[in-house]
């Protein structure tokens, strides 16, 4: 059973900025909106995560709509190193549903 | 952000031996860590949940005496796949997190070659 769903692949032109939608309707109170990126090969990397306002860092930003039934994670100015799958997740951060479970993701293509 | 590390990188066996692969958390405390396994094209999927010093919790599906877990100190992990066989063959990754910190930090994967 699915709790985000994403787009199968998106591409972005280099410079540009990178919109990667998510929809978690089913999202609980407790649960938190995670984002990691998984390089080819390489293991998942941290992005960002939320509750329901909205977070920024030195990597990406994160917008969660005020239902919190979805987010948007923003790469202000995609590279050619961004290439990537970016995983959504919804979590709690506690008891057996802390468990980072990961979907099938979106694979962004960064092109020139 | 923390640093996971795995060893080895890669590795290639015949069937019917055993692979260990060590996770070790390098500059925290992991009282949690977990093992994943990817196959190709394919999303990561949990394979169990250890805390330190006690038994890991598997998921449903995953042979707990064919894929054994020791978390025995704070930065240490170990999986030995037992009697490895070609379906085996996968991209195991492990992570780890920290008491009381909700980020679960990844290591860069091994990759099983079962011949």
């Known amino acids: 059973d699915a709790k985000t769903t994403q787009p199968t692949s998106m591409d972005c032109a280099e410079g540009r900025a990178a919109n990667l939608p998510c929809n978690h309707s089913?999202?609980?109170?407790?649960?938190?909106v995670y984002w990691y990126r998984q390089i080819h090969s390489q293991g998942p990397q941290y992005i960002i995560h939320?509750?329901?306002n909205n977070e920024t860092n030195e990597m990406a930003s994160l917008i969660i709509t005020e239902d919190r039934k979805s987010s948007t994670l923003i790469l202000p100015h995609a590279t050619l190193r961004d290439t990537a799958v970016y995983y959504c997740?919804?979590?709690?951060?506690?008891?057996?549903?802390?468990?980072?479970?990961f979907g099938t993701g979106t694979r962004l293509q960064v092109t020139l | 952000g923390a640093v996971v590390s795995q060893h080895p990188s890669w590795v290639i066996c015949k069937s019917g031996t055993s692979v260990k692969i060590e996770c070790r958390s390098l500059?925290?405390?992991?009282?949690?860590m977990f093992w994943y396994r990817q196959f190709p094209k394919q999303s990561l999927m949990l394979m169990a949940t250890?805390?330190?010093?006690?038994?890991?919790?598997?998921e449903q599906g995953v042979e707990k005496d064919k894929f054994l877990i020791n978390h025995a100190s704070l930065t240490l992990s170990t999986l030995t796949v037992t009697s490895a066989h070609p379906e085996d063959s996968s991209f195991y990754i492990c992570?780890?997190?920290?008491?009381?910190?909700?980020?679960?930090?990844f290591g860069p994967g091994t990759r099983l070659t079962v011949l």
């Open positions: 992570s780890a997190r920290e008491r009381d910190y909700n980020e679960q930090f």
């Open positions: 089913t999202i609980s109170g407790n649960e938190y």
């Open positions: 939320g509750l329901k």
């Open positions: 997740i919804v979590r709690a951060h506690t008891g057996t549903a802390s468990k980072l479970t």
């Open positions: 500059d925290f405390q992991a009282t949690t």
């Open positions: 250890s805390n330190e010093g006690s038994k890991a919790t598997y």
